[in-house]
């Protein structure tokens, strides 16, 4: 039993967490569309943890767009899915019981934009956001399938904005509505899997208070392995540090010295392993490709012990 000062003790280190990652403030977006069961349980998690949060995502499902970009759109006849707006709504929008969830009628880029410099700071104290988290996404984006993931194009964009970013994908899931949380299943067990991890890596990433969160014009692409039997849960999991695309001998510099070697496993190979293993790789904005060891080094640093060896 806890002494009454060992209490309080814990009571002040509870609240000053949550307090802590209260001044983070976060634009959540993806490409899958903002009423589906993964972002609203990423949204869920990253609130628990005691972050400041607002939705800013497409209408409508916009997967596979990359960085496409333009003017958001009145609702077309099909409203937006799950019928969570009609037909004839305003390019923007947001749910009517709680104005942090809001729907943007175009493209992934066009609403990351849209939260960043619209709909959060009302929220933030007139300031935009800290972080920028994409994901996530129904379905994994590794290698060369990452480079027209409307996902990770958010995330990219942010990036190139000044805002520091992730994006996130996860092998198990299906576009389901997130009504559909309110009913145990499989998909809703890894959407709240994937909320968790999510959650957990960005206070990783963002609990030092340590400036700047990522080198400037850098993102994360983070892919989970599926959540099943082997992998039922968030203690399951663990992050590896990985690089996007195979090195090519003699031209590709070496990667940052790590778990014993300077060659980063690719995440298309971590992901296929054995043992619940996370990819995080470090991706060049612009070029969305990976990049030279010293920024991978700045990553490195930053998560330190919460990444492992495979």
């Not at 305003?90 to 019981?97: D, E, M």
């Not at 007139?126 to 972080?131: A, I, L, M, N, W």
């Not at 612009?286 to 495979?310: E, N, Y």
């Amino acid at each position: 039993m806890l002494s009454g000062l060992s209490v309080l003790s814990f009571v002040v280190v509870v609240l000053w967490s949550t307090s802590a990652y209260a001044q983070n403030k976060i634009v959540l977006t993806n490409d899958d569309g903002w009423a589906t069961a993964n972002i609203r349980a990423q949204d869920t998690a990253l609130t628990s943890a005691g972050f400041n949060v607002v939705l800013s995502a497409p209408a409508n499902d916009e997967s596979g767009t990359g960085s496409a970009d333009t003017p958001p759109t009145t609702v077309g006849s099909g409203g937006c899915e799950f019928d969570t707006c009609p037909a004839g709504s305003p390019p923007t929008g947001f749910n009517a019981s709680d104005p942090r969830l809001n729907y943007v009628n175009s493209f992934p880029v066009t609403s990351v934009r849209f939260g960043t410099q619209n709909a959060s700071p009302p929220f933030f104290g007139g300031t935009g956001p800290d972080f920028v988290v994409s994901g996530p996404n129904i379905g994994n984006n590794l290698g060369l399938g990452a480079l027209g993931s409307g996902t990770v194009g958010a995330a990219c964009e942010a990036a190139k904005e000044g805002v520091p970013s992730v994006a996130l994908s996860g092998a198990t899931g299906s576009h389901v509505s997130f009504t559909t949380l309110d009913t145990p299943s499989d998909l809703t067990t890894a959407a709240e899997v994937y909320g968790e991890l999510g959650a957990r890596l960005t206070q990783a990433l963002l609990g030092s208070g340590m400036s700047p969160i990522l080198p400037s014009g850098i993102t994360l692409n983070v892919n989970y392995p599926a959540v099943n039997a082997s992998c039922p849960d968030a203690d399951s999991f663990k992050f590896v540090l990985t690089r996007i695309f195979d090195a090519i001998p003699i031209i590709t510099p070496s990667d940052v010295n790590t778990c014993g070697r300077t060659r980063l496993p690719t995440e298309s190979s971590v992901v296929a392993m054995s043992g619940c293993f996370a990819s995080v790789s470090v991706m060049d904005a612009t070029l969305k490709l990976d990049v030279l060891a010293s920024t991978q080094q700045a990553i490195l640093d930053r998560l330190g012990s919460f990444l492992s060896c495979p």
